[in-house]
T-cell receptor, first 113, second 114 residues
Framework: QKEVEQDPGPLSVPEGAIVSLNCTYS??????FMWYRQYSRKGPELLMY????GNKEDGRFTAQVDKSSKYISLFIRDSQPSDSATYLC?????????????FGKGTKLSVKP | ETGVTQTPRHLVMGMTNKKSLKCEQH?????MYWYKQSAKKPLELMFV???????ENNSVPSRFSPECPNSSHLFLHLHTLQPEDSALYLC?????????????FGSGTRLTVV
């Protein structure tokens, strides 16, 4: 079983739709959960960061972590064409191997005008 | 630019060539990383440097040789690569490698081995 599972998509939605992106994981030691956004020909940029369980909201973006189910989600409300990118989930355990962020494969999202 | 600059942006090299990738960060971070991003695969950690000391080598073949002369600069020296080494090589930096968040990535070097 892979440590982090993420549906690679691609996912295509109309402008204004609510987008739900998800990852599941197997390592119960993970405490830091992140979503990165990667535009074409660019490196990943940190979009949302959550520690342990709970929700975090930033504008149109909401990150949810359910540690009991080992499941994390990113919701995008009122999606825009500029949200078209690949979204990578990443997670790590504090004090674990240095630099060892475990990434999902990424979900490619396309928002059509 | 994110504060992490990588050069060159694109590189095509033969299997017998020697080349180097360069990364520079202006964020005052103490840790720097090399990641490999291949199609349909998760990002793979290659090397970690903390205060310019290598702290992780993730079972990377010796044809990849990192160098970190100071906390702001990181190099990846390449020699006798294989076609399967073609990928996007990403440099990243952060304040604390044990915290597992707050990484800033560069735009990467797209490497093609022919």
């Amino acid at each position: 079983q892979k440590e982090v599972e993420q549906d690679p998509g691609p996912l295509s939605v109309p402008e204004g739709a609510i987008v739900s992106l998800n990852c599941t994981y197997s390592n119960s030691a993970f405490q830091y959960f992140m979503w990165y956004r990667q535009y074409s020909r660019k490196g990943p940029e940190l979009l949302m960061y959550t520690y342990s369980s709970g929700n975090k909201e930033d504008g149109r973006f909401t990150a949810q972590v359910d540690k009991s189910s080992k499941y994390i989600s990113l919701f995008i409300r009122d999606s825009q064409p500029s949200d078209s990118a690949t979204y990578l989930c990443a997670m790590s355990a504090y004090g674990g191997s240095q630099g060892n962020l475990i990434f999902g494969k990424g979900t490619k999202l396309s928002v059509k005008p | 630019e994110t504060g992490v600059t990588q050069t060159p942006r694109h590189l095509v090299m033969g299997m017998t060539n020697k080349k180097s990738l360069k990364c520079e960060q202006h964020l005052g971070h103490n840790a720097m990383y090399w990641y490999k991003q291949s199609a349909k695969k998760p990002l793979e950690l290659m090397f970690v440097y903390n205060f310019k000391e290598q702290t992780e080598n993730n079972s990377v073949p010796s044809r990849f040789s990192p160098e970190c002369p100071n906390s702001s600069h990181l190099f990846l020296h390449l020699h006798t690569l294989q076609p399967e080494d073609s990928a996007l090589y990403l440099c990243a930096s952060s304040h604390n490698p044990r915290q597992g968040y707050g990484y800033t990535f560069g735009s990467g070097t797209r490497l093609t081995v022919v």
